[in-house]
């Protein structure tokens, strides 16, 4: 359809210009009739320009819509990567607290000369930095991949305010055709 109405556009565009040369007397019926059809190609043109640019803003919409979930998805990602850092920083200083007071008892035992069983409080101490350790290398972990979230979240922030912009482009043109 668009390529016979192309076809008739063009061929009716070519010779209106020729027909508008030739001498008024005979022609002016013919002249005015293909004068109302090129003004009628040019409305139709128009209309399938808006219909175009409508299907278009209606995509991009679609477009934005799933990156907007996208967004979202990765921002609450990215609030839970958070919460988990935090509760294990609290677990890790909780972990610390122990260690240092075992290591104070430890002390203060030996200090008054009590008697200690040295391999239980050094195995106790132990267990502790290996939990401590533990928890260390899952915050660098956690650290990382917050890191990576965050990345992802502006990428598709970015994303979705190019499309919008877009879509103010398109919606502007249809604007400005009304």
Do not use: N
């Not at 195995?123 to 350790?133: A, D, F, G, S, Y």
């Amino acid at each position: 359809m668009r390529m016979t109405m192309c076809v008739l556009f063009c061929s009716t565009a070519c010779l209106l210009p020729a027909a508008a040369e030739t001498p008024a007397a005979g022609l002016d019926p013919v002249v005015r009739e293909l004068a109302g059809i090129r003004a009628s190609l040019a409305k139709l043109t128009g209309l399938l320009e808006e219909g175009r640019a409508g299907r278009q803003a209606d995509l991009l919409m679609r477009r934005i819509g799933r990156k907007e979930a996208r967004l979202s998805s990765l921002e609450s990602r990215l609030r839970s990567a958070r919460e988990r850092k935090a509760s294990d920083e609290e677990q890790l200083a909780q972990i610390e607290a122990y260690r240092i007071s075992v290591e104070k008892e430890l002390r203060l035992a030996r200090d008054r000369g009590e008697p200690v069983q040295a391999g239980e409080a050094e195995r106790q101490i132990l267990q502790v930095e290996v939990e401590e350790q533990r928890f260390k290398d899952r915050l660098d972990r956690a650290e990382t991949r917050i890191r990576e979230l965050e990345d992802e979240v502006a990428e598709s922030r970015e994303a979705v305010e190019d499309l919008d912009l877009r879509l103010d482009e398109i919606l502007a043109l249809m604007d400005e055709s009304d």
